[in-house]
């Protein structure tokens, strides 16, 4: 004969996938705000080396010039 065995608190058989589920929309939201920081983090990077591009063409576009200069008056 098998017995089965009935929970004392059926509640709490409930109760668990619930709490997983908050458990995980809580892992999410973390996780979100992470990727949110990371994002952030990228587009300064972004702003940084764009920055640091324009400021590499200025000075080849001045060094250009002085070349060029320089050919001419030789």
């Given at each position: 004969m098998i017995r089965f065995?009935?929970?004392?608190?059926?509640e709490s058989t409930i109760e668990q996938p619930k709490r997983k589920r908050t458990d995980n929309e809580e892992e999410l939201r973390k996780q979100l705000e992470q990727r949110r920081?990371?994002?952030?983090k990228s587009k300064?990077?972004?702003q940084l080396l764009e920055k640091q591009l324009e400021e590499e063409n200025?000075?080849?576009?001045?060094?250009?010039q002085q070349l060029e200069k320089k050919r001419i008056s030789n």
């Open positions: 065995s009935t929970p004392k608190h059926p920081i990371d994002l952030s300064g990077q972004q200025t000075m080849r576009n001045y060094l250009n």
